[in-house]
């Protein structure tokens, strides 16, 4: 039966949120500052992802760009994954494992910031990609699940790991999605205030 089935989708992903929204709290507000601080200071934010990973990187950058829900001025944000030629021109000259990694030196440079997103931390990608943002003095803001994997390990006490305490990759992105409009919003807040009440 499709219905039960499709009901306990939402019961799972409703009970990860409210079990862990305390837990959670602390480091998204972390991430929160570190990208305040990047913003403020002059710096831009580079994200990526792979695969619905990659596709949330470009609904950051959307949101940063074009706002959550009230009138801002745009913040310098641009996803890695999206420039299918530069992609495919880095991929060409060696492995793919260096797509973000090069772009990473290319572009970034000290007080920028890297947000990486990851179900599990272990993509290699991912990992070389927060290796280049240290040798420039970048901070890196890591979103994953399962406990972090390598990407976890790799962070410095200066980073940010918002690690989702579940297994299930569907679950993790809801959950990393929730994350971002929680990101979002508190630069919001930072940058304009409380928004004026209507009545």
């Not at 219905?3 to 305390?22: G, M, N, V």
């Not at 619905?52 to 760009?65: D, E």
């Not at 980073?159 to 919003?185: F, G, K, M, S, Y």
Request: charged fraction near 20%; charge should be negative.
């Amino acid at each position: 039966m499709p219905e039960p089935r499709t009901s306990q989708q939402f019961i799972d992903s409703a009970d990860l949120k409210y079990q862990w929204a305390q837990t959670l709290a602390r480091p998204i507000d972390e991430a929160t500052q570190a990208l305040l601080a990047c913003i403020t200071g002059g710096g831009k934010l580079m994200v990526c992802g792979n695969g619905a990973s990659g596709a949330l990187a470009q609904y950051l950058v959307a949101l940063l760009v074009g706002g959550l829900e009230r009138a801002r001025p745009e913040l310098p944000a641009l996803a890695l994954g999206a420039d299918a030629a530069t992609l495919t021109a880095v991929a060409r000259r060696g492995e793919y494992a260096d797509v973000f990694a090069a772009q990473v030196r290319a572009l970034g440079n000290p007080g920028d910031a890297l947000l990486l997103l990851s179900t599990n931390g272990n993509a290699v990608n991912l990992v070389r990609a927060a290796q280049a943002a240290h040798e420039r003095d970048m901070c890196v803001i890591a979103l994953t699940g399962r406990g972090g994997g390598e990407l976890g390990r790799l962070l410095r006490d200066t980073d940010v790991h918002v690690c989702v305490p579940h297994e299930r990759t569907p679950r993790i992105h809801e959950a990393h999605q929730l994350v971002l409009h929680c990101v979002c919003d508190g630069l919001d807040l930072q940058l304009l205030g409380h928004e004026e009440s209507s009545e």
